[in-house]
C-alpha cells in the first residue's frame, strides 16, 4: 500500500492581550483576551514579542518561565497553548503533545479546545514520522483525531481530520479503518478533485480489503480526473494484478493490462504490464496472442528485466501447439539470459530437453536434462525429465540406461508420470522377448495406480497396458488370457488405433481350433 503524505493548511498565533499573530504551522482561530494580573500581562507579551517574530527558542523559554510564575493565571491556558505552538514550530513533536495534551486536562473549558485536540492529533502524528513510523503513536494520533471528530463533528476542520485519521490509521496498519476516513472525507467532497496519490492509496486499500468493485469506481475517478498522472496507469496495472491472481478472472485481467498500457510512459511498468498481459492470454489458453505479446515485449525491450522470462513463454506458448521446432531455440535462448527463478530455469531445462526429443536430436536433449538432475535435483519436474531422459536413451540404443530410468520414474508413485513409465519398463521388456516379465509389469499399470489421475496430456496407459499384456499373453500361447484381455481393452476403449488389431486377433482366438 502506498500512503502519499498530504500537507495540512495550519496556523500559529499568539493574542498578544487580544492581537492576532502571524500565521505559521498549526490550526488557526481567533482568542479574546483575559483578565489577568499586570505582571502575568507583561511577561505574557515579552513571550508573544519573541514567537511573533520568530525568536522561537527563546519564546519557549519565555513560555516556561510564565507557566513556573502563572499557572494559576487565566492567561496560563493561552501560554500553554502558544508552548506547544512552539515546540512544534521547532520540531519538538513529542513536547508539542505533552503541551497539547496537558492544555485540555487543565482547561477543557479553554476558548480554542476545538483547535487544540485537532493540534493534539497533528503533533501525535508528526512524532509518529518522527520516530520512524511508530504504529503505538500513530494510533495515539488515530485516538486524538476520532476525539476531535466526535466532539466537534460540526468543525470546518472535520475534513481535515478525516484525511489525517485516514493516513495515521493506515501507518499503524489498521486499513479497512482507513478506507472507511478516506472514503467518509470524499462523500463529503463529491464535486471536488482529489489528488491522484490520494485516490490511488484509496484504490488499493479497497482491493487489499477485497472490495474491488469500489476499488474499480475509485480507480475511474482516477482515470478522469488525473488521466496523465503515472498512478493512472499503476492503478490499473494493480487492478489487472487482482482479477489475475486473486479473481482468476483472466479476460478481465487482459481488459486492465491494455488499458493500462494506453496510459503509461514508465519503461519499467510497461515491461510488466506487456509481460502480465502475455500471461493473461496464456491462462486462457490464446497461445498465439499469448506468444505474439511476449514477442512485442522481446522486440520493444531487448534490454528489459523480463527478457529472459518472456523468451521462455515464447518457447511455452509454441509448446503447448506441439510446435517443437519453433518452441526449442527460446527455450535455448532463455538458458542463456537471466530467468527470474530457479523454477524458471529448471522448466526451461525440461522443455528444452522435451523439444530436443521430439525433434530427435537425443544426444542435445541428454544435455538438457542431464544438467536439470545436476542443478536442480529438488526441482517438481525431475520425474518428468528422468521419463524424457529414458525416451532419449532408448531411442539412442542405450536400453539398459533407458530401463534404470523408467524404474526411477515409475518408483514416484504420486505422480501420473510414473504409469507412462511402468508402461514403458513393459514395452522394452516385451521388446526384449521377456514377456513374462512384461506382462508383470503391464499388470502393475492396470492395477498399481487406482489412486492416480492422468494428466491431459497422457494417452491412457491403462487402456495401453491391456493390450499390450494381452499381446504378451498371446506371444506366451495363453490364449484364455489374451482373449479375456483383448476383449477388456476394446470395451475400455473401442475407437483407440489399436482396436483393429485387437479385434482381429480377438476373432482369430476364437476361431482357434484348439478352442
Known amino acids: 500500500m502506498i500512503w502519499r503524505r498530504l500537507y495540512f493548511r495550519v496556523a500559529f498565533m499568539v493574542p498578544v492581550l487580544g492581537a492576532i499573530c502571524a500565521e505559521t504551522s498549526l490550526v488557526s482561530a481567533q482568542q479574546r483576551p483575559a483578565a489577568s494580573?499586570?505582571?502575568?500581562?507583561?511577561?505574557?507579551?515579552?513571550?508573544?514579542?519573541?514567537?511573533?517574530?520568530?525568536?522561537?527558542?527563546?519564546?519557549?523559554?519565555?513560555?516556561?518561565?510564565?507557566?513556573?510564575?502563572?499557572?494559576?493565571?487565566?492567561?496560563?491556558?493561552?501560554?500553554?497553548?502558544?508552548?506547544?505552538?512552539?515546540?512544534?514550530?521547532?520540531?519538538?513533536?513529542?513536547?508539542?503533545?505533552?503541551?497539547?495534551?496537558?492544555?485540555?486536562?487543565?482547561?477543557?473549558?479553554?476558548?480554542?479546545?476545538?483547535?487544540?485536540?485537532?493540534?493534539?492529533?497533528?503533533?501525535?502524528?508528526?512524532?509518529?514520522?518522527?520516530?520512524?513510523?511508530?504504529?503505538?503513536?500513530?494510533?495515539?494520533?488515530?485516538?486524538?483525531?476520532?476525539?476531535?471528530?466526535?466532539?466537534?463533528?460540526?468543525?470546518?476542520?472535520?475534513?481535515?481530520?478525516?484525511?489525517?485519521?485516514?493516513?495515521?490509521?493506515?501507518?499503524?496498519?489498521?486499513?479497512?479503518?482507513?478506507?472507511?476516513?478516506?472514503?467518509?472525507?470524499?462523500?463529503?467532497?463529491?464535486?471536488?478533485?482529489?489528488?491522484?496519490?490520494?485516490?490511488?492509496?484509496?484504490?488499493?486499500?479497497?482491493?487489499?480489503?477485497?472490495?474491488?468493485?469500489?476499488?474499480?469506481?475509485?480507480?475511474?475517478?482516477?482515470?478522469?480526473?488525473?488521466?496523465?498522472?503515472?498512478?493512472?496507469?499503476?492503478?490499473?496495472?494493480?487492478?489487472?494484478?487482482?482479477?489475475?491472481?486473486?479473481?482468476?478472472?483472466?479476460?478481465?485481467?487482459?481488459?486492465?493490462?491494455?488499458?493500462?498500457?494506453?496510459?503509461?510512459?514508465?519503461?519499467?511498468?510497461?515491461?510488466?504490464?506487456?509481460?502480465?498481459?502475455?500471461?493473461?492470454?496464456?491462462?486462457?489458453?490464446?497461445?498465439?496472442?499469448?506468444?505474439?505479446?511476449?514477442?512485442?515485449?522481446?522486440?520493444?525491450?531487448?534490454?528489459?528485466?523480463?527478457?529472459?522470462?518472456?523468451?521462455?513463454?515464447?518457447?511455452?506458448?509454441?509448446?503447448?501447439?506441439?510446435?517443437?521446432?519453433?518452441?526449442?531455440?527460446?527455450?535455448?535462448s532463455a538458458l542463456e539470459g537471466k530467468l527470474s527463478s530457479n523454477d524458471l530455469v529448471a522448466l526451461a531445462l525440461l522443455r528444452a530437453g522435451q523439444c530436443a526429443v521430439q525433434l530427435k536430436r537425443y544426444d542435445e536433449a541428454l544435455k538438457f536434462l542431464d544438467r536439470l538432475a545436476r542443478e536442480h535435483a529438488a526441482s517438481p519436474y525431475q520425474t518428468e525429465a528422468t521419463l524424457q531422459r529414458a525416451i532419449a536413451l532408448e531411442s539412442l540404443g542405450r536400453r539398459d540406461e533407458a530401463l534404470q530410468q523408467y524404474r526411477a520414474a515409475a518408483e514416484q508413485t504420486a505422480s501420473p508420470l510414473a504409469m507412462q513409465a511402468q508402461f514403458m519398463i513393459g514395452h522394452l521388456q516385451a521388446a526384449a522377448g521377456n514377456h513374462r516379465e512384461a506382462v508383470r509389469s503391464f499388470y502393475r499399470v492396470i492395477h498399481g495406480f487406482d489412486g492416480v489421475k492422468p494428466t491431459s496430456a497422457q494417452h491412457d496407459f491403462k487402456a495401453l497396458a491391456l493390450y499390450e499384456a494381452a499381446r504378451s499373453f498371446d506371444t506366451l500361447q495363453n490364449d484364455d488370457q489374451a482373449l479375456r484381455l483383448y476383449a477388456a481393452f476394446l470395451e475400455r476403449d473401442p475407437n483407440s488405433d489399436h482396436a483393429a488389431a485387437a479385434r482381429q486377433r480377438l476373432e482369430a482366438l476364437k476361431r482357434s481350433p484348439e478352442r
Open 37 to 332: 494580573s499586570n505582571a502575568a500581562k507583561r511577561a505574557y507579551a515579552a513571550a508573544a514579542a519573541f514567537q511573533n517574530e520568530g525568536v522561537v527558542e527563546l519564546a519557549v523559554e519565555d513560555w516556561e518561565e510564565f507557566l513556573k510564575r502563572f499557572d494559576d493565571d487565566p492567561l496560563a491556558a493561552n501560554a500553554r497553548f502558544n508552548l506547544g505552538a512552539c515546540y512544534f514550530k521547532l520540531g519538538k513533536y513529542d513536547q508539542a503533545a505533552d503541551g497539547f495534551a496537558a492544555l485540555a486536562e487543565k482547561h477543557p473549558a479553554f476558548d480554542l479546545a476545538e483547535t487544540n485536540l485537532l493540534n493534539f492529533g497533528i503533533a501525535n502524528f508528526k512524532a509518529a514520522q518522527a520516530a520512524g513510523g511508530n504504529p503505538g503513536r500513530f494510533n495515539q494520533a488515530a485516538a486524538a483525531l476520532d476525539r476531535f471528530l466526535k466532539q466537534f463533528p460540526q468543525s470546518n476542520d472535520v475534513s481535515q481530520a478525516l484525511m489525517l485519521r485516514a493516513q495515521a490509521l493506515a501507518a499503524a496498519g489498521r486499513q479497512s479503518e482507513a478506507i472507511a476516513s478516506w472514503t467518509e472525507w470524499m462523500e463529503r467532497h463529491p464535486t471536488a478533485q482529489q489528488s491522484a496519490e490520494t485516490l490511488y492509496a484509496v484504490g488499493m486499500g479497497l482491493l487489499e480489503g477485497n472490495r474491488v468493485n469500489d476499488a474499480r469506481k475509485i480507480f475511474a475517478r482516477l482515470q478522469r480526473e488525473h488521466n496523465a498522472h503515472p498512478l493512472a496507469g499503476a492503478a490499473l496495472f494493480e487492478l489487472g494484478e487482482y482479477e489475475f491472481h486473486q479473481q482468476k478472472d483472466f479476460a478481465a485481467a487482459v481488459a486492465s493490462y491494455r488499458a493500462a498500457k494506453e496510459r503509461t510512459g514508465n519503461a519499467d511498468l510497461a515491461e510488466k504490464i506487456d509481460y502480465k498481459l502475455g500471461w493473461a492470454y496464456f491462462q486462457l489458453h490464446d497461445f498465439p496472442r499469448a506468444e505474439q505479446t511476449f514477442a512485442s515485449l522481446l522486440s520493444q525491450r531487448p534490454e528489459g528485466k523480463l527478457v529472459a522470462d518472456a523468451e521462455l513463454m515464447c518457447g511455452e506458448c509454441s509448446f503447448k501447439q506441439g510446435q517443437w521446432a519453433a518452441a526449442f531455440p527460446h527455450f535455448s
